[in-house]
């Protein structure tokens, strides 16, 4: 299952990271590029990816990781996911986990009327995604260095 999760974890990620290669090429983003079915499709399409890693990591892989180190509950709630992933050093902050969290939330509605407001949160799901990315490797090298993977 952690294998497994892992993997659809790199096929999203590397995914994303070419819908992200695109947009920070633009070099900023404006509100005009809602009105271009190509930019939206690529903004559109780093949105989802953005939101379904963020879910599948924060959701599924702390949880197998934790399973597999002897360290979950089935009684633990997603925050205490998170405090004990930051305890054993997995994540540098839980709090800063649940901003990617509150960020995912933002993002999983609709445009909003207030296209700066959207262009804001996408400019932080950017930030963001280097950030998970960096994340990720991180566990996958802890988890290869300790042959769980």
């Known amino acids: ?8 974890l790199d096929l ?17 983003l404006i509100p005009l590029f809602f009105n271009n079915d190509n930019k939206r499709r690529v903004i559109d399409s780093f949105i989802f ?8 990591m924060g ?26 992933m930051e305890q054993l050093e997995l994540i540098n902050s839980a709090n800063k986990w649940n901003d ?17 407001e959207t262009i804001k949160d996408i400019t932080m799901a950017l930030t963001a995604f280097g950030e998970i990315e960096i994340i990720f490797s991180s566990l996958k ?6 042959s769980i993977i």
């Not at 299952?1 to 659809?8: P, S, Y």
């Open 1 to 8: 299952m952690l294998k497994e999760t892992i993997e659809i």
């Open 12 to 28: 999203n990620i590397k995914r994303a990271r070419s819908d992200f290669l695109e947009i920070k090429s633009w070099n900023e």
């Open 100 to 116: 990617y969290r509150e960020l995912r939330n933002e993002l999983s509605h609709e445009y909003p009327m207030d296209e700066d």
């Open 141 to 146: 090298k802890y988890l290869q260095n300790k």
């Open 49 to 56: 990816r953005f939101i379904k890693i963020q879910d599948l």
């Open 59 to 84: 959701e599924k892989l702390f949880k197998e990781i934790l399973s597999t180190l002897g360290e979950y509950k089935r009684s633990m709630s997603f925050i205490d996911v998170l405090d004990k």
